[in-house]
Each structure stands twice: as structure tokens, then as C-alpha cells.
């Protein structure tokens, strides 16, 4: 742990962050407000504390600063003092990479090519138990963490657990909605919302292209879950305002199901997931009497599925189709001179269900 030969290079790093952080104000959970020169003053007294001897109270500072951290905004002032922890630690552990990786892919705007931050949280994750890995990305879902939450989810969505063929696609498809249901903590407008929903949706479809290398796996338990994930990206497409995209997912999707399955394509709730989100896709391009109609068939495909879990869930996606359904009926009757094509829109879905 010993920082020779590294102290003038650290005091002349740490003197420019610190003429950036003195007239900064970062806020922290709770609604405090943290001085940069306190985070400054107390990763110096740190350093001399462990340069010094490694007694436990300067282990017990590295844990407080590391919490205070975790709490602040992202920012090019927070990955540099990330940087200066990961030195003050002398080891990559796998909470302080995640923030580095965090604010790596943050301040890149969602690229991620030559972020070496990131390579050595792969590296880590790798050598963990997947187990372990796929519980802090659920943790920082439910912490309503964003970014981090899906570099995770994405990193152990590439990791291949032990089990069937069913077993490897089934947890794809997990970790494809997983990443979908993280972004829905989002504030919308904001930079992290367009840099999240960027990363989430590229790594959806990198999860998805990987359905290719598994061999083995049961002709119907493939096709259903390829098409959740297709309607989980095509919802995600559709709220990044990517009308067209969500719009060929969709069909993709029902193609796939239609042209497999062939009248059994019904039975399978993501077949009603697929119908909803192309009726949002056409409620958004405004065409609202395809909206309808789509909504509609997602109404009575919804009733008709067989592997919902419970009712609840039943309910919900039932209900959610019916507020897109009158969404578009309200758009529609605002906007009168676009119902000329719902006959023909009518005599389309009936070659759907």
C-alpha cells in the first residue's frame, strides 16, 4: 500500500482538482449538500493516514468517503476523485470499478469502446460468483441507480451459467427485461435519460443476437422468449421516440411468432405485448385508427394468453392496453380526417388474431 514515488504527482493532481472543487457544492442523498474541499480534505488526510500505517480507523474513512462518493452526482470531478480512492485502496474491488465504469460510460455519453474502467469490470465480474453479480444489479434497480444498473445487468447477461439450453435462453431473456424495467426509473429529458436509454437499448440487441449461439434449446421455449425480448426492445425504442425502429420490431416479432407458432402464437402473453406496442408505435406516428385497431386485438390477445402467472399480471398489461387505447380513440376524435382508414385498418387486424 505504499505510495512512494507517487506523492508529487498526486499533490499537483490533487491541488488542480482541488481549485475546480473549492466553489463547488455537490448534493448527496438526504438533500445535504457536501463542500469539494471537505471531499478533498478528507482524501488527504486519508492518504497520509494509510501512507503512514494501515490502522483500521483509515480503513474506516476509505468506507465513509467511498459511501460519500456513491452518493454524489456523476461528474468529471467525481470520476477523478474514484481515480484517487482506487489509488488510495491499492485494489480494484468490484464497488469502486462499478462507479468508475459508471462515470466512464457517463461522461463518454454512452460509448464504451477503449474504457479500460469497464474492461476491468468485466475482469471482476468475471471472477465473482454470477449469483453475486446479478444481486448488486438487482440492487441497483430497486435503488433506482440507472446507469449502473444496467452496465451490470448487461455484464452478467454475457456471463453463461451452469443448465440447459431452455435455462441460458430463459435467463437472457431476464436480464433483456430486467434492463427494460431499470430504465423506467428514468427522468425523462434529462442527459443521463438519453445516455441510458442509448446504452440499455444497444445492449439489449447484443443480448438478443446471442440467441444465435445457443444450440440445443426447445424450438417454442426459443421462440416466445426471441419475442418478449423484440417487445421489450421495441417498447424501449418507442419511448427513445424511435417510431420507425419500434415499429419493425414489432412485426419482426409477430412474424416470428405467426410464422413458428402459426394460430398457437395466441396463447403466449408476449404475442399481446407485441400488439400493444405497435398500437403505441402507431398511436405516436399518428395514425390513430391503426392504434386503435392494434390496441384493440392486444385487448382480446391478452384474455386469450395462457401463461400469464397470475391474474394480476393479466390485469396490468390489460390495463395498460386500454390507456393506449384511449389515447389513440382521444386523438382520434380530435383529429376526424384520419378515420377514412379504419375499415381497412379492421380488415387487416382480422388476418392477425
Known amino acids: 500500500m505504499s505510495m512512494k514515488g507517487n506523492s508529487a504527482a498526486t499533490l499537483a493532481e490533487g491541488e488542480r482538482v482541488e481549485q475546480s472543487f473549492n466553489k463547488c457544492d455537490i448534493n448527496v442523498a438526504g438533500g445535504d449538500v457536501v463542500h469539494g474541499d ?4 478528507n482524501i488527504y488526510n486519508i492518504r497520509s493516514t494509510v501512507t503512514a500505517s494501515m490502522h483500521q480507523d483509515s480503513q474506516k474513512d476509505i468506507s465513509r468517503l467511498e459511501t460519500e462518493l456513491r452518493k454524489t452526482p456523476l461528474s468529471v470531478s467525481k470520476w477523478t476523485l474514484l481515480l484517487e480512492l482506487k489509488n488510495l485502496k491499492g485494489s480494484a474491488d468490484l464497488y469502486t470499478s462499478l462507479l468508475l465504469a459508471e462515470c466512464g460510460v457517463f461522461l463518454n455519453h454512452g460509448q464504451e469502446d477503449g474504457l479500460e474502467e469497464l474492461q476491468t469490470l468485466r475482469k471482476l465480474c468475471r471472477g465473482s460468483p454470477l449469483q453475486d453479480v446479478e444481486c448488486l444489479a438487482k440492487s441497483l434497480g430497486e435503488r433506482e441507480q440507472p446507469l449502473a444498473a444496467v452496465i451490470m445487468y448487461s455484464i452478467s447477461g454475457e456471463l453463461r451459467s451452469n443448465g440447459t439450453p431452455n435455462d441460458v435462453i430463459r435467463r437472457i431473456t431476464e436480464h433483456v427485461i430486467a434492463i427494460r424495467r431499470v430504465t423506467k426509473h428514468l427522468e425523462e429529458d434529462s442527459k443521463l435519460w438519453v445516455i441510458v436509454l442509448q446504452y440499455a437499448l444497444r445492449h439489449m440487441l447484443a443480448l438478443l443476437s446471442t440467441f444465435k449461439s445457443v444450440v440445443g434449446a426447445d424450438y417454442i421455449v426459443k421462440t416466445v422468449n426471441e419475442a418478449m425480448c423484440l417487445a421489450n426492445i421495441a417498447s424501449l425504442q418507442g419511448e427513445s421516440d424511435d417510431t420507425f425502429s419500434a415499429h419493425e420490431t414489432c412485426q419482426k416479432g409477430l412474424a416470428l411468432l405467426t410464422e413458428r407458432l402459426g394460430e398457437n402464437a395466441h396463447k403466449y402473453k408476449c404475442y399481446s405485448w407485441l400488439l400493444n406496442n405497435l398500437g403505441t408505435a402507431f398511436l405516436h406516428s399518428g395514425e390513430y385508427a391503426k392504434g386503435i385497431e392494434y390496441c384493440e386485438n392486444s385487448i382480446r390477445a391478452t384474455e386469450k394468453a395462457e401463461d400469464y402467472e397470475d391474474e394480476e399480471s393479466r390485469r396490468g398489461d390489460r390495463e395498460r392496453a386500454s390507456r393506449n387505447l384511449e389515447k389513440a380513440r382521444e386523438k382520434l376524435n380530435q ?19
Open 38 to 41: 471537505k471531499i478533498i480534505t
Open 335 to 353: 383529429n376526424p380526417e384520419k378515420s377514412e382508414n379504419r375499415k381497412m385498418v379492421a380488415v387487416e387486424s382480422c388476418l392477425i388474431l
